[in-house]
């Protein structure tokens, strides 16, 4: 296919008044803009018809085939613009990357690198306008692919369609950057080996909805989930991935395998040796994690991910079944230096006020 993405004449467009109402306040995932880019696949022809057109409905059948068997990824990342006017994305293309990746895992067909940049910058330029002003405020971006066959056998769709939408997006806590409590689970599991966990897939995070709920019904931001084998293991929370801070100066996460491998998370690791933090990615145990954070060994834990950046944590809680209770794991320094300066590192990459030495932002407008 070709990587251009024209755009289609004549879309309606909202005004510059409409437009700054919903900016003065945009919440997150709300609101969305005026056009949307997309492109179809089938196996006959693969990709074609790429284009960025109005924000309309899909005609999908009844029968469309991720209706049934949940054949879709997707990606997100944002659109910053700086204080002069212009406005960059950061890393879009370990985004095309990982949506190629997680395409292979559920049969679908990849699209190029070329094209999901052409796509999202496309879609950018389209709707500058809509491009929030204030600091930590963004044009959120999500990319997806689905299965738009009408078939209900069992087995990968022939035909599929690619798009990005994009929303003007406040914090993703309202709260802002402020110590959360987190929920550690030992009812649900998120992913077992060989699954989908390192996919981008809208199952994951459906399977995570319940177990949310859980968390919140204990006073918990987040939920965190254990392997499916042993609930032993910490993985990731239901939207980010989590990170722990050593008081000798380690900066300790998850291995990936069953979980998803974030840029956010990608970009951390890479930060840390500015810090003097050495990263390690490695299998970590619930009962290391207590003991850590109880014996001070843990003094800071964080949740990272697109939307939400970095957000400190403040406790664990679990279920003690020898004690029939509640118990909690406390941080030491929930809102602790190490935090506060890779999330000011990280966020001022992204907007321009510092160096960016490994080149991860690039210029769309």
């Not at 809509?130 to 078939?151: G, M, Q």
Request: some cysteine; hydrophobic content about 45%.
């Amino acid at each position: 296919m070709s990587a251009a993405f024209p755009l289609v004449p004549g879309v309606a467009v909202s005004s510059s008044a409409e437009i700054a109402q919903i900016l003065a306040n945009p919440g997150f995932g709300v609101y969305f803009t005026d056009h949307m880019a997309q492109a179809d696949w089938t196996a006959e022809a693969g990709w074609q018809d790429s284009r960025i057109g109005p924000y309309e409905p899909f005609s999908l059948p009844p029968g469309g085939a991720v209706l049934h068997y949940a054949q879709e990824v997707f990606e997100g990342l944002k659109a910053y613009r700086r204080a002069d006017g212009s406005v960059w994305l950061f890393r879009p293309e370990l985004n095309a990357r990982r949506l190629i990746r997680s395409a292979e895992r559920m049969d679908l067909p990849a699209l190029p690198e070329e094209a999901f940049l052409a796509s999202v910058e496309g879609l950018v330029r389209a709707d500058a306008a809509w491009v929030p002003e204030r600091d930590e405020e963004t044009l959120y971006l999500r990319p997806f692919i689905f299965a738009s066959e009408a078939f209900l056998g069992v087995r990968s769709a022939r035909q599929v369609v690619y798009a990005v939408v994009a929303s003007p997006s406040g914090a993703y806590f309202a709260s802002g950057f402020r110590p959360i409590d987190i929920w550690v689970t030992s009812s649900f599991s998120r992913a077992g080996a060989g699954g989908t966990g390192a996919a981008k897939c809208g199952g994951n995070y459906a399977s995570g909805l319940l177990a949310s709920k859980e968390a919140a019904a204990h006073g918990c931001g987040q939920v965190l989930f254990t392997d499916a084998a042993e609930h032993e293991w910490v993985e990731e929370l239901g939207g980010m991935n989590v990170f722990f801070v050593t008081s000798d100066r380690r900066l300790l996460t998850p291995a990936v395998g069953n979980i998803l491998e974030g840029i956010t998370r990608q970009s951390v690791l890479e930060l840390a040796p500015e810090f003097g933090l050495a990263p390690e990615a490695r299998p970590i145990s619930l009962t290391e994690l207590k003991a850590a954070i109880w014996s001070r060994d843990i003094t800071e834990a964080f949740a990272c991910g697109t939307a939400a950046v970095i957000t400190p944590i403040a406790r664990f809680l679990f279920d003690d079944e020898s004690a029939g209770a509640e118990a909690e794991a406390a941080l030491a320094e929930p809102q602790g230096e190490m935090t506060q300066a890779l999330r000011r590192r990280l966020v001022d990459i992204q907007w321009g006020r510092a160096s960016d030495p490994g080149g991860w932002t690039r210029r769309v407008i």
